[in-house]
């Protein structure tokens, strides 16, 4: 027998998110138990190392609601979040992260916002952003700038993967051919009406940060070159230019070699040289990017396995295997 569609999923991403779990698991089930309509939790472990899988099935136990969806190992934010919103049954979808930075309490204001202007997505907007660290404001800037010249005014500033999906969005995205793709350029990119809720952006409430420099470097460069041929034509232009540059040094060597004044030296040499070392590297860093993506595709191996899903095992309860697996 299936299962009756609840009015609203919330899709919440975790990794090695043991320290936060009990917070903010507290706070999301206050605020989704006062809604008064059917609901549920797709937890999405990420593969996570530490207790996570644990505390996960222990909230299960009290907590009938809770859903938790288990990947074989780490896929990655976006792939975690991708693989919840499409296993989802409500009738709308909320994605959020745990640490608490978006307040859950904004899930409500989301709801009441789709459903009063009868849009398909409602992003969540960050108004203000004074808690994160100064390089962290200027690094997420810089992104949201740059993914908006790059694909369109249509990507919302600000807004990250905090957002409502309509049940036709999230059957949009699963039509998608792509395995893991940049949800908060995708989303925009698919055209459905939308609005957006503006928040206050909090502190993590405990554990680290699971997007580090390195993450967010990865996270740009993914979103780049998933979305725009830009860099490419960037190559094109570098190689344009290496040839202007090149033209004119011939010119002037071919002058000075009429006027007698050509002198024995490197230094013009050595630095053609590395200008055009340099250029011909960076076209063909920028080429395998793209192979990369290609060879990825060609390959068809799916983005995330996934080891278990407690929507399948009926009503929960305290399982020793399922405890045990999860603490390896």
């Avoid at 008064?36 to 593969?47: L, P």
């Avoid at 288990?70 to 994605?95: D, E, P, T, W």
């Avoid at 660290?133 to 807004?159: M, N």
């Avoid at 071919?254 to 053609?272: D, I, K």
Wanted: charged share 20%.
């Amino acid at each position: 027998m299936t299962a009756p569609q609840p009015a609203l999923s919330v899709v919440v991403p975790m990794f090695n998110e043991e320290a936060v779990l009990p917070l903010f698991a507290v706070r999301l089930r206050g605020v989704l138990d006062g809604l008064g309509e059917a609901y549920e939790v797709v937890a999405v472990d990420d593969g996570s190392t530490d207790a996570t899988g644990a505390a996960l099935a222990a909230l299960r136990v009290g907590w009938p609601e809770l859903r938790v969806l288990r990947l074989r190992r780490n896929s990655g934010h976006q792939v975690a979040l991708h693989a919840g919103l499409l296993r989802a049954r409500g009738a709308y979808v909320v994605s959020i992260d745990a640490d608490l930075q978006d307040p859950p309490e904004v899930i409500v204001e989301l709801l009441c916002r789709a459903r009063a202007d009868g849009v398909d997505v409602v992003y969540a907007v960050r108004a203000d952003r004074s808690r994160d660290t100064r390089f962290k404001r200027w690094s997420a800037g810089g992104y949201y700038r740059l993914v908006r010249r790059l694909v369109g005014e249509q990507v919302p500033a600000q807004a990250g993967d905090f957002r409502l999906l309509g049940r036709a969005a999230v059957e949009a995205l699963r039509e998608l051919p792509e395995r893991s793709p940049v949800l908060r350029l995708v989303v925009p990119w698919l055209g459905f009406p939308s609005a957006e809720v503006t928040y206050e952006r909090q502190e993590r409430a405990a554990g680290r940060t699971k997007y580090p420099l390195s993450r967010m470097a990865g996270l740009a460069a993914e979103s780049v070159t998933s979305f725009s041929a830009a860099p490419l034509r960037v190559a094109t232009w570098l190689g344009l230019v290496g040839v202007a540059v090149c033209g004119v040094l011939v010119v002037a060597a071919l002058l000075a070699w009429f006027a007698g004044a050509t002198v024995t030296g490197w230094p013009s040499l050595y630095v053609a040289i590395l200008f055009l070392g340099a250029v011909q590297l960076l076209c063909l860093g920028l080429l395998g990017e793209y192979v990369a993506r290609i060879y990825t595709a060609v390959q068809g191996r799916p983005a995330y396995l996934v080891a278990g899903d407690s929507a399948a095992a009926g009503p929960a309860h305290p399982d020793p295997a399922e405890l045990a697996d999860s603490l390896r």
